[in-house]
């Protein structure tokens, strides 16, 4: 016979008790068995996290999430590690998407004869009414000279050829692009942006100049450009990409891209910069703050001066291997105070493209003239390349960000100092030392300059190496990050140079549930396996948008 009145008194008791436990929140998924690293303050770890409405509920160990939340879908991460989306704070992911696939990719070529092959292969292919090719860079070929347009003009006569150099500030063009534009050696509003031999046009223009034929290339139509961002898209979420800030952008563009957006066609989150031209000015007066799910205009991009690699830099001193030669300011003082004070007035950030020490110091001073110390402003000087000794604390005084690359050090290391000289190069690509100046810095890659992989930023941030190891010791590697520092800047405070910090760059409650698992941990990893690890799969907003395996 069994004793039936205590166990009834146990199941009662036992009722009572689950009853008075709370009810388990509703989530839709729930990551579990992982290594997430949150990137919050404390840089904590949590093993699970619930996600609901694309946003964090929680994170936390197992025990926690299972006690508090349930959902359908439940991941057992068997281990892998989890980071937030990485953020790239400056790229061109529009220009990469549309000319990826229109130009010829040049950055192979290792002299102006392998270019022309690669050209002509590219108009054999798609015999395009303009001829355009992207990426060649002189400083890789053995004679370091620039190329000439003779060369194509022998090879295409009539058709307009249009070479745009690895940096962007550099075109070359043949003479029937020359033409299609009408200049001419005695009309050219801006002779310092061109190179000349015998008084003739070299076909090489910078800066300007150069955007005016960059400018005159057809456009492809809609339905092309929204394959292209498509594919420029799934290959970011292969890279563990979640936002990207795009640094410059016509209204156009960012129309299409917001409309893409709304119909869910794009998923790729933007900060998208405005280029400072007057259309632009116009509609940041207009519509002020542009915030939507997806996208955020809240800033205006300017070019103070040029890029190291084609000597259109602006250097205090004059360039070690020219000399007599300072580069060029691209917009002079005046008008980018006019530029900061619409912006200043309008809440707009300001981020100035700046490569020489000169360029540098020249922004500072017309930055500090708005900016009060511990301002939130956000104001942020692009590349911080070459900085002179004093102008370093003008930064951490008045809370100016440095917007950095960390793979430009280490592509650039190669022939940096025959510009800059052996003094000059030890404050150049000096990223720890901006680091110290707030406390924290945005990183980017600036694809299509450098690859679109976010840990090739992260990987030559604190080892100072390219992806093939080299320089053993690193460049200036006293200029290095520590591994927990190169993840925030590709999450956190990528997020906080576009004022997205509140929603994404770490794990948390209330974040958005942007994030990437992989299965190795970057930061303990061994080095030289870094750059050639894969994310196994990216999730946007809760939902999974790349897998490896899938
Ligand atoms: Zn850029």
Redesign the pocket.
Known sequence: MYPTKPILGFLLLGLIFLSCRPMKKQADLILLNGNIHTVDAQLSLASAMAVRDGMILATGTDQHILQHFSAEQVLDLQGDFVYPGFYDA???FFGYATTIKTMADLREAGSPAEMLQLLKSHDSLSSPAWLCGRGWDQNKWKEKQFPSKDMVDAAFPDKPVVLIRID?HAVLANTAAIRALGLREDNIERPDQALYKNASFTGIFLEETADLFKAAIPVADREFLVKCLLDAEQECFSYGLTTVAD??LEQWKIKLIDSLQQDNVLRMQMYAMLEASEDNLLFMKNRKILKTQSLLVRAVKMYADGALGSRGACLLQAYEDQPGHFGIIVTPPEKLRDICKQAYDNGYQVCT?CIGDSAVRMVLGVYKAFLKPGNEKRWRI?HAQCVDEADFELFGKYNIIPSIQSTHATSDMHWAEQRLGSERIKNAYAYRKLLQQNGWLPNGT?FP?EQINPLLTFYAAFSRRDANGYPAEGFQIDQAFSRQQALQSITIWAAKACFEDDIKGSLEKGKRADFVIMEEDLLTEPLPHIPVLKVKATYLGGKCVFSLTR
């Open positions: 400056h790229c061109h962007g640094a410059g493209h692009e600036d300059i």
